[in-house]
């Protein structure tokens, strides 16, 4: 589910980007950065970096601990409300992605 959501933001940086190379450059940004950055143990953006893409695939890390969010006085665990963030964010990916394709010409 994840890895379809960051395929589509793969093809929407893609298909903003002029330059193909300036379009692999960004996309590799935002997949490894989070993951070298957590190597080097910097602890203030640990959480940031928790919910990207690239932990989102590894989805082992989110039953390590049992986590909830408070969301309107209702306790939801933490794998549902990340599932439900970014299966949002990724419908709006393909919304944006639309009219985008739609108005590509084939060559």
Same mark, same amino acid.
């Given at each position: 589910?994840? +890895? *379809?959501? !960051?395929?589509?933001?793969? #093809? &929407?940086? @893609?298909?903003?980007?002029?330059?193909?190379?300036?379009?692999?450059?960004?996309? +590799? *940004?935002? !997949?490894?950065?989070?993951? #070298? &950055?957590? @190597?080097?143990?910097?602890?203030?953006?640990?959480?940031?970096?928790?919910?990207?893409? *690239?932990?989102?695939?590894?989805?082992?890390?989110?039953?390590?601990?049992?986590?909830?969010?408070?969301?309107?006085?209702?306790?939801?665990?933490?794998?549902?409300?990340?599932?439900?963030?970014?299966?949002?964010?990724?419908?709006?990916?393909?919304?944006?992605?639309?009219?985008?394709?739609?108005?590509?010409?084939?060559?």
């Amino acid at each position: 589910m994840f +890895s *379809i959501g !960051f395929a589509i933001c793969i #093809i &929407l940086i @893609s298909s903003l980007s002029k330059n193909s190379m300036q379009s692999i450059i960004i996309c +590799s *940004i935002i !997949f490894f950065v989070p993951m #070298i &950055l957590s @190597s080097f143990g910097i602890s203030a953006l640990e959480n940031f970096f928790r919910y990207g893409y *690239i932990y989102m695939m590894q989805v082992d890390q989110f039953f390590l601990d049992f986590k909830v969010f408070n969301i309107f006085g209702t306790f939801v665990l933490e794998p549902i409300v990340v599932s439900i963030v970014f299966v949002s964010v990724t419908i709006i990916f393909a919304l944006l992605l639309h009219p985008i394709q739609k108005r590509k010409q084939v060559s």
